[in-house]
């Protein structure tokens, strides 16, 4: 009889075994910084523009592995823009859209380049930005067609990147992809068709252990997993071909950039009808110097040395072209840093993450200077 209704040895440790699995939620949601409670998360899934952020929300970045810039703190506003609420509109107003470049949420705001414009042009002008990481033409499109033409704004400076034109088999997060997802009206990418989040998706919100897990996980598997051999795309295989006259690209690669910047051009009539000027730049990537993000080169995704150069030279031969054919004004950000660098040993990128740092944020200040001191009136 006592054999029969002894207890199994799993059920008697399993209050220790919940009590410790506690301990340790409560241990990492206190001491690591790169977890955020579910109710700040501060980039959610939108079906109008992809993904945003979530309005009236605070957060500080602190640096990672690799990099040591100090800690930002970043505000975000009830109209889901880092800063003070916009203002009635005095002047001529120009918005700044982009990617994480322009978020530049590791740079304190009073040293982002729209500040410093800000700071110099008012009150003749007022430059209001908006950034979201890994965002690109289309969904730049949509925050325009939703939000941003509220801002009244007279004109539009688009960043691109070139990963914005990266293929889908390459890079996940590519404007390919937002393409495909996007509900369009009248040729307009209104909305985005956003899977419902998975249990796990689910559990993985809420868990600061599960999140701390998959971080491990993720950078193991990168620093482990095999040379690529195959002929499949690969973000530092575009890179390259980016690099190379356009007519040495894949013709698939060509065409979907050229796909890339048709949305561009889409943009640019729809903000002519409504009398608002569209004005371009590229975005100048750290792996076009050698001594530039020195740390990030290296990470297993690139896995080139250390010293490694590579131009933008073809991309940025396209897009250029594309603007003038078109009729947008071209901002030439590349030939500012390239000045500064050939002045100066100065670093304008992270070390590990690659995005400007405070001293790259006034160099595209200079640029975009430069550029409006001719075209706003004193």
């Not at 910084?33 to 109008?48: C, T, W």
């Not at 730049?140 to 990147?161: I, K, M, T």
């Not at 997993?225 to 530092?236: C, G, K």
Request: glycine share 6%; aromatic share 12%; proline share 7%.
């Amino acid at each position: 009889m006592y054999r029969r209704f002894r207890t199994h040895p799993l059920l008697v440790f399993l209050p220790f075994y919940a009590l410790l699995l506690f301990g340790a939620e409560s241990a990492v949601r206190h001491l690591w910084s790169g977890y955020v409670p579910l109710d700040s998360r501060r980039v959610f899934a939108d079906a109008q523009v992809h993904h945003d952020y979530r309005p009236s929300t605070r957060f500080t970045t602190h640096p990672g592995p690799g990099d040591r810039f100090a800690p930002a703190h970043n505000e975000i506003n009830a109209f889901g823009i880092r800063g003070p609420l916009p203002g009635a509109k005095v002047g001529r107003r120009i918005l700044l859209l982009g990617d994480s470049f322009v978020q530049a949420d590791e740079v304190a705001f009073e040293q982002t380049f729209g500040q410093l414009l800000n700071a110099h042009f008012a009150p003749r002008a007022e430059f209001i930005s908006h950034g979201m990481v890994s965002w690109s033409p289309t969904p730049e499109f949509s925050w325009l067609y939703h939000r941003g033409l509220a801002l009244q704004p007279d004109a539009v400076v688009l960043f691109l990147c070139s990963n914005d034109f990266y293929r889908i088999d390459a890079f996940h997060q590519t404007d390919a992809t937002y393409r495909q997802q996007a509900i369009y009206r009248d040729g307009l990418p209104i909305g985005y068709h956003i899977e419902e989040p998975s249990f796990a998706d689910v559990a993985l919100a809420h868990s600061a252990l599960l999140q701390l897990a998959r971080r491990g996980y993720r950078r193991a598997a990168t620093a482990w997993r095999p040379a690529d051999s195959s002929n499949q795309p690969s973000i530092p295989g575009e890179i390259i071909y980016l690099s190379q006259p356009p007519e040495q690209w894949p013709p698939d690669l060509r065409a979907n950039a050229d796909s890339t910047l048709g949305v561009v051009g889409a943009m640019h009539a729809y903000l002519q009808q409504r009398r608002i000027a569209l004005h371009i730049a590229l975005v100048p990537l750290p792996f076009a110097w050698a001594d530039e993000a020195v740390a990030g080169k290296q990470h297993p995704l690139y896995g080139w040395p250390a010293d490694f150069a590579v131009s933008q030279d073809g991309i940025e031969r396209r897009a250029r072209t594309f603007a003038r054919r078109q009729g947008i004004g071209w901002i030439d950000l590349h030939a500012e840093f390239a000045r500064r660098k050939d002045h100066s040993a100065e670093l304008l990128f992270n070390d590990a993450d690659g995005h400007w740092n405070a001293a790259g944020h006034a160099a595209v200040y200079g640029a975009l200077r430069a550029y409006f001191d001719a075209r706003v009136p004193r």
